[in-house]
Nanobody, 126 residues
Framework: QVQLAESGGGSVQAGGSLRLSCAAS????????MGWFREAPGKKREGVAL????????WIADSVKGRFTISKDYGKSTLVLQMNKLRPEDAGMYYC???????????????????WGQGTQVTVSS
């Protein structure tokens, strides 16, 4: 089993920054992809940024490209999402997710991910 615990959410004004962290614990062997998803009220959960832990490749959603970056501190088993120039439309619950190898490499579909954190809330005021 894998446990994921997000932190770093909060309330900021538009244009501000937040740094989300996801602490991973448990059996981390052979995880091939970790990432961040978000869910706004009334909307489906969507992929924001994904990181291939095997090859280091990344995928960033077009809506946040140039503003958000994803990285991993392998020594601390922590996944980080740096969010800059936040917009009101970035608000929502942010979830950390992870998966073991399948035929797909870092898919953007939430149903491809086995392990999920409880989420951390991000609020952006205009």
């Amino acid at each position: 089993q894998v446990q994921l615990a997000e932190s770093g959410g909060g309330s900021v004004q538009a244009g501000g920054s937040l740094r989300l962290s996801c602490a991973a614990s448990g059996n981390l062997y052979n995880l091939d992809c970790m990432g961040w998803f978000r869910e706004a009220p009334g909307k489906k959960r969507e992929g924001v940024a994904l990181l291939s832990t095997a090859g280091g490749g990344q995928w960033i959603a077009d809506s946040v490209k140039g503003r958000f970056t994803i990285s991993k501190d392998y020594g601390k088993s922590t996944l980080v999402l740096q969010m800059n120039k936040l917009r009101p439309e970035d608000a929502g619950m942010y979830y950390c997710a992870a998966k073991r190898p399948t035929a797909e490499n870092c898919p953007g579909r939430m149903d491809a991910y086995t392990y999920w954190g409880q989420g951390t809330q991000v609020t952006v005021s205009s």
